[in-house]
């Protein structure tokens, strides 16, 4: 986080799509706010660090109360990412 210093609290968005055969698509994504993001929308999470994030409610109530973020990828696919076991991923996903 210090390394991409920003103004705005990052956000931790949740997003569920359904596919053509009627399954359910989830995905986690950290990343910057948009001015499309309404704060009513997302709880409020602060980091060790003082750090702020704004987190959809929908993850908020499946998230553990303590995790970390961590960076991924290589080059220009380096993200911000959470940092959580398997069966926190699952309970985050499919509960």
Avoid at 25 to 52: N, P
């Amino acid at each position: 986080m210090r390394s991409h210093v920003t103004e705005e609290p990052r956000v931790i968005a949740y997003d569920v799509k359904r596919c053509c055969g009627g399954a359910k698509l989830c995905m986690v994504t950290v990343r910057e706010r948009s001015r499309k993001d309404d704060r009513r929308d997302y709880a409020t999470a602060v980091l060790a660090d003082g750090s702020k994030l704004m987190v959809d409610r929908r993850a908020a109530r499946r998230l553990p109360s303590r995790f970390g973020l961590t960076v991924r990828g290589v080059g220009p696919f380096r993200r911000l990412d959470l940092e959580l076991s398997g069966e926190q991923w699952g309970a985050l996903l499919y509960d």
